[in-house]
């Protein structure tokens, strides 16, 4: 990966889904599009899931990043990467093999990723974080958008890139849950460099805009970071 960029991935759980079509051409000056899929199961709510990402994928530019909150990755991640997923994340606490998993999604040709619920340490990672191209560090509870950022994300941020350090890599590290402009500049800084946002996109009028604030906030804390 690269050191000096950021991305800012718009969570379509926050969209009108009564107007997809505009909503994603909204957001085309994005850099990922992060599509949340929720069970009922692993977490309290549901989403969307493959029918929908095959439909997106034509209506988008953007890679499409695959978070799975499902307590079943081993039986869905093929299903999302037959559908088109570039990048796919699955949960560690939803699965046992993940290093199965993790070259299933490379045969694929997709980017792998491991997500991680707030309680769960970085140091579960110790044996894996040498295959992933990237970690999402989950910021709220996952389940819904709208919620407010955990504080102690930043620390476990700082404990995330030490671990990486340790093993000589540097995959993507991703933010989820209450990133907005005004906390950019803090996740950066503290090691992120993919940043989700929900609402903070989707609940502003002017969309372009909402992601330039996001992305030159980050760029700024990522300046902090070197
Ligand atoms: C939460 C989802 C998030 C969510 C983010 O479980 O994984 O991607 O949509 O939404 P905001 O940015 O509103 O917290
Ligand atoms: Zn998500």
């Known amino acids: 990966m690269l050191d000096h960029d950021v991305r800012v991935a718009p969570s379509l759980l926050s969209a009108d889904f009564t ?14 599009l992060h599509f949340d899929v929720m069970d009922g199961h692993f977490v ?19 890679p499409v990043d695959v978070h799975l909150m499902v307590s079943n990755p081993e039986e869905c991640v ?5 559908a088109g997923a ?13 290093r199965r998993l993790v070259s299933l999604i490379h045969e ?5 990723a491991v997500a991680l619920n707030p309680a769960t340490p970085v140091s579960c990672l110790e044996e894996l974080v040498d295959e992933l191209d990237m ?3 989950m910021t709220v509870n996952p389940g819904f958008g709208g919620q407010g950022f955990i504080e102690g994300s930043l620390a476990k941020l700082r404990r995330l890139k030490a671990l990486c350090s340790a093993h000589g890599v540097s995959p993507r590290v991703e933010v989820d849950g209450g990133i907005s ?8 800084a503290a090691g992120a460099d993919v940043l989700v946002a929900g609402s903070a996109v989707f609940g ?13 906030a980050a760029l700024g804390g990522l300046a902090r970071r070197a």
Do not use: M
């Not at 107007?19 to 990922?32: K, N, P, Q, S, V």
């Not at 402009?181 to 950066?188: D, E, F, K, L, S």
């Open 86 to 98: 570039d990048v796919v994340s699955f949960h560690w606490e939803a699965q046992t093999h993940a």
């Open 181 to 188: 402009a005004g906390n950019a500049a803090a996740v950066a």
């Open 204 to 216: 502003a009028q002017d969309r372009v805009q909402a992601i330039r604030s996001i992305r030159d």
């Open 44 to 62: 309290p709510n549901l989403s969307f899931g493959v029918g929908v990402l095959s439909q997106v994928k034509r209506a988008t530019d953007l």
């Open 19 to 32: 107007r997809l079509a505009d909503e994603l051409d909204d957001i085309a000056t994005a850099d990922l």
């Open 78 to 82: 093929p299903w999302y990467l037959d």
């Open 108 to 112: 694929a040709g997709a980017k792998a």
């Open 135 to 137: 970690v999402l560090v």
